[in-house]
């Protein structure tokens, strides 16, 4: 059997709506990309969504909205994808990264520690689709207040560090009875061909301001921003009579365009109604099996006031070394079986390495990378296939350990 690890879900809706783009005569950002925006706000409350070329374009341009840049401190969780750390480097800021817990979400405690005078933004990662703990993150912002140092008019308007969560894998997840996009000020979903929901490449922007913002207000600036600077779109300007536009910022060209977002539009309602359902199934399937293995370690599914998103599978090997689990992951590829590691912590790969990052100084998420394995989960998974993964993963286990 060869099972592939992520596949996209692509059903025949996808392929009339990528055609409806094609054949109408408007292929980049128009009204495809709206109707993505209005159905991202539609499924998780966000009062205001953008839609981007990338989650990481997405990030990049959040922060430049704060005027974050040189000078100014970010801090990331050590264990995430590196578009995390990059997207603060290219706004010209330092990331500060901070070490995580056993449920691989970044340290709430780690973050108190290290904001500085300097500390602008705070960027938590839902990994795996697990959400952060945003009452304590948002209790140790407030807490903070006093050393803040703005010098912009939208760091003193906000009066405190921002809030910008890289949700690129927590999109349906729910925290505290709401979905995951109204709850940070920011947050920021990837459209990328391995997300639960995708366009191919693309992100979104959920802006959830506090007052005094006005969200309606930030959403066209970005909107702006993410276009050139220029006030009028294309499709705008397409129309007769309308050929006049205007550059007033240095924007990004970061949009994304009708023929990709048709894509997320075919996808958005089937995967809140269908998909994440048979995610969650295909993870209750996963745990009734490993949950009486001795030598297993379950990812976090529900709690008290959390839901996944069910984006990876992240299974532990109960104490495996890093050449153990790397053995254990040849054998599960030998039997057909495409699985994955997330993440290699950050301080293990070469830029951050000669940045000065030493990975000893992150104990726990080495300690959560070197025995974790991300099984295939999606709704293309056969009853036949899930049984024969978990069958390949404990044989594999078990002649190891
Ligand atoms: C995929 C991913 C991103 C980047 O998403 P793109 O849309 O590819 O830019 C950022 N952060 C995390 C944690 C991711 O997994």
């Given at each position: 059997m060869q099972i592939p690890f992520s596949p996209p879900f692509i059903d025949e809706n996808v392929l009339e709506e990528v055609k409806d783009s094609l054949v109408s005569g408007w292929i980049t950002t128009g009204p495809k990309v709206k109707k993505l925006e209005d159905l991202v706000c539609q499924y998780t409350s966000a009062q205001k969504t953008l839609c981007v070329n990338s989650a990481t374009s997405g990030l990049l341009l959040s922060l430049a909205w704060y005027d974050i840049g040189q000078g100014d401190e970010v801090i990331i969780p050590a264990y995430t994808y590196a578009a995390t750390a990059l997207a603060v480097m290219h706004v010209g800021a330092t990331p500060v990264m901070v070490d995580t817990e056993a449920d691989f979400n970044i340290s709430v405690s780690a973050i108190e520690n290290a904001i500085t005078e300097r500390t602008k933004a705070v960027i938590p990662v839902d990994i795996a689709g697990w959400p952060c703990d945003y009452d304590a993150i948002m209790k140790v912002i407030e807490a903070k207040k006093s050393i803040f140092k703005p010098n912009s008019k939208n760091q003193e308007k906000?009066?405190?560090?921002?809030?910008?969560?890289?949700?690129?894998?927590?999109?349906?997840?729910?925290?505290?009875?709401?979905?995951?996009?109204?709850?940070?000020?920011?947050?920021?979903?990837?459209?990328?061909?391995?997300?639960?929901?995708?366009?191919?490449?693309?992100?979104?922007?959920?802006?959830?301001?506090?007052?005094?913002?006005?969200?309606?207000?930030?959403?066209?600036?970005?909107?702006?921003?993410?276009?050139?600077?220029?006030?009028?779109?294309?499709?705008?300007?397409?129309?007769?009579?309308?050929?006049?536009?205007?550059?007033?910022?240095?924007?990004?060209?970061?949009?994304?365009?009708?023929?990709?977002?048709?894509?997320?539009?075919?996808?958005?309602?089937?995967?809140?109604?269908?998909v994440l359902p048979q995610r969650k199934d295909i993870y209750e399937f996963y745990r009734s099996f490993f949950q009486n293995k001795s030598w297993a370690i379950l990812p976090p599914y529900v709690s008290e006031d959390k839901i996944s998103s069910c984006h990876l599978y992240a299974l532990r090997i109960k104490d495996a070394t890093e050449a153990q689990r790397d053995e254990i992951i040849e054998k599960i590829s030998a039997k057909g079986v495409a699985v994955n590691v997330h993440f290699q912590p950050l301080p293990l790969l070469s830029l951050f390495k000669q940045k000065g990052f030493d990975i000893a100084d992150y104990p726990v998420a080495y300690n959560n990378y070197k025995s974790e394995i991300s099984l295939p989960i999606y709704p293309q998974l056969s009853k036949e296939e899930l049984q024969y993964i978990v069958d390949s993963v404990s044989s594999a286990v078990e002649s190891t350990l």
């Open positions: 906000l009066g405190r560090i921002l809030c910008l969560s890289d949700s690129a894998h927590s999109i349906g997840a729910e925290y505290d009875g709401k979905k995951i996009g109204c709850i940070s000020d920011i947050t920021v979903f990837s459209f990328h061909a391995v997300k639960n929901v995708t366009t191919a490449e693309g992100g979104a922007i959920c802006i959830n301001l506090p007052l005094p913002f006005n969200n309606e207000e930030e959403y066209q600036f970005l909107r702006c921003n993410a276009l050139n600077g220029q006030t009028k779109d294309a499709f705008t300007k397409s129309k007769a009579g309308s050929w006049r536009y205007d550059i007033i910022y240095q924007g990004y060209k970061i949009n994304m365009p009708d023929v990709l977002a048709a894509i997320g539009v075919a996808q958005m309602p089937t995967y809140f109604e269908e």
